[in-house]
């Protein structure tokens, strides 16, 4: 009998308890610094490249997610419709991008910033996190620390993106992310950073909507539009709250 999904969904478990075993702490000082942010009157930004864009995009314009997550996309490492898909880890380099997008877009002092970067340590994410903080932006950082222990920085400046961070959240996957191991192949294989990135992020969202409620703040939260009235109810919070939203 085939045993390697099972195998998968064991350690994916095993990662996820881990979170939950020892990340609470940082999930709750991220919340209370997203919630102090929209309290005060500032706004949410989310970044990834490629594949770390990806728990990003499943926070934005779907049902049950808060309303005031922005994503930051980057032409060609925003997502994997880039042929040669080897074109996104070449961009993913380049020196200078993070300060072009971050100039293209109305974060700005007093805004938060999730980034997303599994091995932090290629140019843009490091230099998203680098020039946000230069900039007054609060930075969250979602990494593995295992892996961005096990390799060297990518940056001119030798840094990674954790060190710019003000708080980081672990998302528990191993160096090169690949859980499952077999003799007859040569390397690990399956990802796992998808899932457990995923599950920061929704978790952290959830704290946040938690601290608001806990402040008499009722945050916006998309109804599913494949429920009847859902279209018309997220229609007149996307109105009230036009002025923290900028993907519509």
């Known amino acids: 009998m085939k045993k390697s999904h099972k195998n998968y969904l ?3 478990i095993k990662l996820l308890e881990l979170l939950r075993d020892e990340e609470l702490p940082k999930i709750e000082e991220a919340a209370n610094l997203i919630a102090d942010t929209i309290e005060q009157g500032g706004r949410i930004f989310a970044f990834g490249c490629t594949h770390s864009s990806l728990p990003v995009q499943d926070l934005v314009y779907r049902a049950g997610g808060m309303m005031l997550i922005n994503p930051l996309f980057g032409p060609g490492i925003a997502s994997l419709d880039v042929k040669p898909a080897t074109l996104t880890s070449a961009m993913e380099n ?12 109305p974060i700005r002092s007093g805004d938060v910033l999730i980034i997303v ?12 996190a680098m020039y946000a903080k230069e900039r007054g932006i609060k930075v969250v950082g979602i990494t593995s620390i295992k892996y961005v222990q096990s390799v060297v920085s990518r940056h001119s400046s030798g840094k990674k993106m954790h060190d710019f961070a003000d708080i980081v959240l672990d998302n528990k996957v191993p160096k090169g992310d690949a859980v499952l191991s077999d003799e007859r192949v040569p390397q690990k294989f399956t990802p796992a950073s998808g899932v457990t990135s ?16 806990s402040r008499n703040i ?5 109804l599913s539009a494949n429920i009847d009235g859902g279209g018309d109810y997220n229609e007149r919070l996307l109105k009230r709250f036009a002025d923290r939203i900028f993907y519509m």
């Open 218 to 222: 009722t945050p916006p939260v998309f």
């Open 10 to 12: 064991n350690e994916v």
């Open 117 to 128: 970067s599994v091995s932090g340590r290629n140019a843009v994410p490091v230099e998203m």
């Open 198 to 213: 995923s599950a920061l992020l929704h978790a952290l969202v959830s704290c946040v909507i938690e601290e608001l409620l």
């Open 94 to 105: 380049m020196n200078g991008y993070a300060k072009v997008i971050l100039d293209h877009n």
